[in-house]
């Protein structure tokens, strides 16, 4: 079963200028996106920086509110809710089912609250009387001594502030958690001990997970299906053995093989990414794309090429690696 499903999800920053202020033009940071996660599934975005992923994980969350398109969350079996058409006072209550792990474990601790608080603090706030005891639970469970509840986050290195991080998006429970580059700060050992702890966590609560990144071995490691955004869309979409294994996209093979591997031929793109204000006519990767032709000129289709994988693509599969 479906947890969440975006439909046609766009988010359009407006341009003013002149005296009245008036638009004069429009900047497409998600321009038509649609996806799903199904319950304990994680699905990654991926892509350069400024193609979107952050804005559609924000959008999720409802801490940005879309230009249109739907954002249907299950709250139960049967019973979906469009987060998109609900006010702030309506969405509160539904917070709880989708939690946060930001990027930097540095900045996202309040450095004046002790541990405890920090964990305590949504508790309180979704009326749990004496969180004592669940904060300890929290602590244990992602690796930490529960005597450490009294200390504050400069106490700890920055593996274990993320750790931290972690036990704050699971103290209410939630179903999905959207995972912001959770590991990018955080040195190599630490960041497999917690992707690791992760893991663990994904198995043992059933967790369903939207997992921002940049880096392609965390995600190989870490998600069950791939989608690859570019300027505001996503150029394909498919299961993650899948995608690693034959990248359909001109954009995704050249994405791939940035990763280094022995052996393997790099793909070196020229020009910059048009501006997200003034996209091109057609296909917006053809001026970069190593096998353009004049049919992307024209709004390339998106394609079905096998169960589960979609690529918007004029010719998928045309450039190899």
Request: with cysteine; aromatic share 6%; hydrophobic share 45%.
């Amino acid at each position: 079963m479906n947890l969440l499903e975006v439909q046609d999800l766009t988010k359009h920053y407006p341009i003013r200028a002149g005296l009245l202020q008036r638009e004069v033009g429009r900047v497409r940071a998600v321009d038509g996106v649609s996806f799903h996660i199904a319950k304990g599934e994680t699905l990654a975005l991926v892509g350069e920086s400024g193609c979107g992923k952050t804005t559609v994980s924000r959008c999720v969350l409802r801490a940005l509110s879309p230009t249109s398109g739907a954002i249907r969350f299950a709250t139960s079996e049967s019973q979906f809710v469009d987060l998109a058409t609900l006010s702030k006072r309506q969405i509160r209550p539904l917070r709880r089912h989708i939690q946060m792990i930001f990027q930097d474990p540095y900045a996202s601790l309040n450095p004046r609250m002790r541990v405890g608080e920090i964990l305590a603090e949504p508790l309180l706030v979704h009326g749990h009387a004496a969180p004592e005891k669940r904060v300890a639970a929290l602590l244990d469970m992602v690796g930490l001594n529960p005597a450490w509840a009294g200390r504050f986050p400069h106490e700890f290195s920055g593996g274990q502030r993320q750790r931290i991080s972690i036990a704050r998006a699971l103290a209410l429970d939630p179903a999905l958690i959207v995972a912001d580059e959770p590991v990018s700060a955080l040195d190599v050992n630490v960041q497999a001990q917690v992707l690791n702890l992760m893991l663990e966590l994904r198995a043992r609560l059933g967790l369903a997970f939207l997992f921002i990144a940049h880096d392609l071995a965390v995600v190989r490691a870490f998600c069950d299906r791939v989608a690859v955004m570019y300027l505001g869309r996503f150029v394909e979409e498919a299961p993650a053995a899948d995608l690693f294994a034959s990248p359909a996209h001109p954009y995704t093979v050249a994405l791939l093989s940035a990763v280094p591997e022995p052996g393997q031929r790099r793909i070196v793109l020229g020009g910059e990414p048009p501006s997200s204000l003034r996209l091109p006519q057609g296909c917006a990767f053809r001026a970069r794309c190593p096998v353009a032709r004049p049919i992307c000129a024209e709004p390339p289709p998106l394609v079905e090429i096998a169960p589960g994988r979609r690529v918007l693509c004029h010719a998928p599969g045309s450039l190899q690696r």
